[in-house]
């Protein structure tokens, strides 16, 4: 006998969330052989386990599981503020990184969810909150409780806020009666594969991960040297194949209080960010769902960002920059920046780095950046 889902919504939408579903803890058999298929084509990266049944039974993450609540929280602001006009040169960071981290924002919205169906039912029920970092299929759990369609760049459309918007799921023994899927696929216009800088999208709902300048800028260690020009301003995520999608062109921007305020701007200054203090990222970036990745590569990607953009007025600090920081992984992208604008400030940088830094992978750089044209 299920319970009626009604009163979870309820409960949301007391609580700022009007994108709630419900569907079963079935396990989602269905995309065995497309998991599998992802382990034979090497396109799993190391965030996520290899392991298939993990990623479709939620059994196996809380024993007993009836059902799943299912959570499209938006994440997407009317506007941050973006600097003036200035000549400055500028990074690019996704919607998901700009406010509050939206992992803080579901957990919180999740917690509320859990005390309203304690209020209702007691404490005799299990459950366990998920966003991001388990192992089930959380999108395909979301689509199939009716809160949107997969697109064919791989995102949750919902059909009121479009892809900007953050998935949590809450696994529960108590068993509510399951929404409908309100179907399976977007318009398949193709637009998103089109606009892909990088071709990450290898056919409808086929990314490689491995291009993607989402995962690629999140990465630890050293950028792919192929893709550092493809990474063009992009220092965090990426919006450029759900800005185009028609799905997204009316979506509504998110009405929660939290998102309105930026911590990272949408288009940070580039040389400010590589002097950015620990102290300092404490209290900005480290806020958002970017700060989980450490100052240095955000620095990293914002060098590779300015080798991009090839303005001389940066060689100075950058020079700068490969004399002196401490850190080999952050020369060495210097080294490849300064490549880049090849001026003979540049050069001259790139020389004394070949011969005398004491790493050996950034003195191999600097040779390379010296040899290409
Ligand atoms: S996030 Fe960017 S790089 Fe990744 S698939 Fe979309 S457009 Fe391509
Ligand atoms: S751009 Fe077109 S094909 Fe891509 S997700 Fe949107 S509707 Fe689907």
Request: proline residues 6%; positive net charge; aromatic residues 6%.
């Amino acid at each position: 006998m299920f319970i009626n889902g009604r009163i979870i919504k309820e409960i949301a939408l007391s609580s700022g969330a009007d994108q709630v579903g419900i569907t079963t803890a079935e396990p989602l058999f269905y995309m065995k052989e497309r998991l599998e298929n992802r382990k034979k084509e090497h396109r799993i990266t190391p965030f996520e386990t290899s392991e298939p049944y993990s990623r479709i039974k939620p059994g196996l993450l809380l024993q007993d599981c009836q059902s799943i609540i299912t959570i499209a929280a938006p994440y997407a602001a009317a506007e941050h503020p973006v600097p003036q006009k200035t000549a400055e040169p500028t990074g690019k960071v996704a919607r998901c990184a700009r406010s509050l981290d939206y992992h803080v924002l579901i957990e919180t919205l999740c917690r509320q969810i859990i005390k309203g169906l304690q209020q209702e039912f007691g404490t005799g029920f299990e459950y366990r909150i998920l966003c991001d970092r388990s192992p089930l299929l959380e999108r395909e759990l979301v689509s199939n409780s009716g809160l949107g369609l997969i697109g064919e760049n791989c995102t949750l459309i919902n059909h009121r806020y479009g892809s900007y918007t953050a998935l949590g799921t809450i696994l529960t023994t108590l068993a509510f009666e399951p929404d409908q899927p309100e179907g399976k696929h977007c318009m398949q216009c193709g637009r998103c594969r089109e606009a892909c800088p990088t071709g990450a999208l290898l056919a409808p709902y086929i990314i490689n991960p491995y291009l993607c300048l989402s995962y690629l800028t999140q990465a630890s260690g050293c950028f792919p040297r192929t893709m550092r020009s493809k990474m063009d301003r992009q220092i965090y995520g990426c919006d450029i194949c759900q800005e185009i999608c028609p799905h997204n062109q009316d979506a509504k921007c998110s009405p929660i209080p939290e998102m309105a305020f930026s911590f990272f701007p949408a288009k940070p200054l580039l040389l400010p960010l590589l002097r950015l203090t620990q102290k300092e990222f404490k209290t900005t970036i480290n806020l958002t769902s970017a700060g989980w990745r450490g100052k240095t590569i955000l620095q990293r990607n914002a060098v590779i960002a300015l080798g991009n953009i090839k303005d001389p007025h940066t060689v100075k600090p950058l020079a700068a920059i490969l004399k002196n920081d401490n850190r080999a992984i952050i020369r060495l992208h210097t080294a490849w920046a300064l490549g880049r604008i090849r001026n003979g400030k540049a050069l001259f940088a790139l020389e004394k780095a070949y011969h005398n830094d004491p790493d050996l992978e950034v003195r191999k750089e600097a040779k390379l950046a010296l040899q290409e044209n």
